[in-house]
């Protein structure tokens, strides 16, 4: 079973053991009885059945908690049963596969994996390809630029870059620095960086706009931004941007929880 699914299950498990205990607790509170109900000319009619009548006692409208007791009870009822038929599925499931589809692959001698075209490359070959793809010749430095180091080693030209490119790292998102990408309209341009999401296998692209406090800097990139709309990407889905000004720096915090909404 592969690493993604088994953690999809395993929190589905958690939740819905939760369920079970929450509706079990509430069941210990429930009115006897159950629930008929009838509509009459557009009207509900609710009525308690759990007594001799055989057609139930009809609930007027100041004993409509009573009403919504009874209802919540079936259906209480009804989760409980299928939440424990779900749970044995998913413990029987989780018990039986021992090996996914794309185990398959990686039990292959390399000499077969080199002929293989594999339904999913491992996470770790994949990443590899990614990043080789991305590959290009760096813009370089002017004489007079900072010199700011990242945690991996690379230079960036900004605090906030370093922020962006540090937290990457430690949270062990591969990623590339100054990426070449190419906007029908614009020409080619070079974002700060393209990470990657390795679980859904979905390149994200990052610009950070550092000087908003600039009119002219301000109208530039909000044009650009526009251009990448216009190309297909979607701010807050395959493109991400950080602003920031000199009242107003960049927070190391608001970009943790950035990458860990997104590409983890």
Sequence with gaps: MSEQLKNVLIKRKAYIENLIIKKKEAMTKVPEGSLRTSTINGHF??????????????LPKKKIELAASLAQKDY?????????????IID??????????????EALSPARRALVDPVRLPDDEYIAR??????C??????ENDPEILTREGYRVRSKSEQLWADSFFGLEVP????????????????????GLNVRMRKEIWVEHLGMM????????????????????????DTLLISIETK?????????????KKHFL
């Design 92 to 105: 029987q499931f989780i018990s039986q596969q021992n090996a996914s589809v794309e185990d398959i692959y």
């Design 76 to 88: 209480d009822q009804k989760i409980i049963a299928s939440a424990e038929k779900e749970l044995s």
């Design 130 to 135: 990614w990043l080789e793809s991305k590959k």
């Design 45 to 58: 009619r609710y009525y308690h059945f759990g007594n001799k009548k055989k057609n139930g006692i009809y």
């Design 137 to 142: 010749e760096p813009m370089g430095f002017d």
């Design 213 to 236: 406090d600039d009119p002219d800097y301000s109208d530039k990139n909000v044009k650009k931004v526009h251009d990448y709309e216009r190309n297909g990407f979607v701010l807050g």
């Design 175 to 194: 990623h590339v620095f100054e990426p070449k990408l190419f906007l029908k309209g614009h020409g080619w341009v070079r974002p700060d960086f393209v």
């Design 247 to 259: 009242k107003h720096p960049l927070e190391a915090k608001a970009i943790e929880d950035l990458i």
